[in-house]
Nanobody
Framework: QVQLVESGGGLVQPGGSLRLSCAVSGNIFAINAVAWYRQAPGKQRELVAAIRPDGSTNYKDSVKGRFTISRDNVQNTIYLQMNSLKPEDTAVYYC?????WGQGTQVTVSS
């Protein structure tokens, strides 16, 4: 069974930065794509960024150039570096791997 534990969320002012981490237990990490999703109040969960085992990535258009997804295949951890944050980035962020979800971490961008 895969378990995912996110950390790193919080309150930040517009233009600020945060780095989210997701520790993945289990032995599927290295052979699976991993991803970050987010869900804002009243909206559907949406894909923010994904990274495959070969390191290739894709991003939601509105975060391109501001967010960077990365993975550490030794530590079984994925990261989401978020820069130039905007109020519209406010949401609960979830990591995903092999069909399993983390519990989510709140990101609030507000002055």
């Amino acid at each position: 069974q895969v378990q995912l534990v996110e950390s790193g969320g919080g309150l930040v002012q517009p233009g600020g930065s945060l780095r989210l981490s997701c520790a993945v237990s289990g032995n599927i990490f290295a052979i699976n794509a991993v991803a970050w999703y987010r869900q804002a109040p009243g909206k559907q969960r949406e894909l923010v960024a994904a990274i495959r085992p070969d390191g290739s990535t894709n991003y939601k258009d509105s975060v391109k150039g501001r967010f960077t997804i990365s993975r550490d295949n030794v530590q079984n951890t994925i990261y989401l570096q978020m820069n130039s944050l905007k109020p519209e980035d406010t949401a609960v962020y979830y990591c995903w791997c092999g069909g399993s979800w983390g519990q989510g971490t709140q990101v609030t961008v507000s002055s």
